[in-house]
């Protein structure tokens, strides 16, 4: 993430990159890959050791390398939320993932310690969000590089469904039900950059998000 000017104390620029999801025929599977996010402190509970709903973390970011976690299995400023119907977890605590891997057809896969969403055979509208630890505000516009990984849709699950899981980037004030989203481009194993949607308000404390739905 690269911030021109914010309502963080300097530094004014940072870079992190969330690496999200790879999604399967039958299940849907997101990864957030070795990215750059650095453990703060056991305040922020990790994927890995919430296999259900995390509460979401409302603490504030100090500086943007707050944001920074070189692995999804220690402690991060990102969490799941109650908001929603899936939850973000690590890939080495997700067994049922590891014969998904074989089908991203990619010489890149993901790292043991990347996020991953599952779904089966559910609703359409159901969707995971991992939600950042509040921003001060987020008055210019953010880039995020991210590297994605959906795996292929021939299973016959997906052919009735006529269409592909997908994810979304996205920025909402605190408190706010309704965020602004992108839709983030998947090219498997590849980075992409991307800018990150701004908040209603950005003179607000907002969140940045990933928001994967069916």
């Not at 922020?44 to 070189?70: G, K, T």
């Not at 016959?156 to 039900?177: D, E, G, M």
Request: glycine share 4%; charged share 15%; aromatic share 8%.
């Amino acid at each position: 993430m690269i911030l021109g000017k914010g309502c963080q104390p300097p530094p004014y620029y940072g870079t992190y990159s969330p690496f999200p999801p790879a999604l399967s025929g039958g299940l849907t599977r997101p990864y957030a890959d070795s990215a750059d996010f650095n453990a703060v402190n056991d305040e922020h509970p990790s994927l890995f050791a919430a296999p259900s709903n995390l509460r979401e973390n409302l603490d504030v970011i100090q500086v943007i390398s707050d944001l920074n976690c070189h692995r999804f299995d220690s402690n991060c400023r990102w969490s799941n939320t109650n908001e929603d119907e899936l939850d973000w977890k690590v890939l080495m605590s997700t067994p049922e993932a590891e014969p998904l891997v074989s089908a991203l057809q990619t010489a890149h896969l993901p790292d043991a310690s990347a996020a991953v969403l599952l779904s089966g055979n559910r609703n359409t509208y159901d969707s995971g969000q991992l939600v950042s630890d509040l921003l001060p505000c987020i008055v210019t516009p953010l880039q995020l590089t991210a590297t994605v990984w959906r795996t292929s849709s021939d299973g016959p699950f997906q052919q009735q469904q006529k269409q592909q899981p997908n994810l979304k980037i996205c920025s909402r004030n605190t408190h706010q039900p309704y965020s602004n989203c992108n839709l983030f481009p998947i090219q498997n194993g590849i980075p992409v950059t991307v800018n990150i949607p701004g908040p209603r308000d950005p003179t607000t404390p907002a969140q940045v998000l990933f928001k994967f739905y069916n």
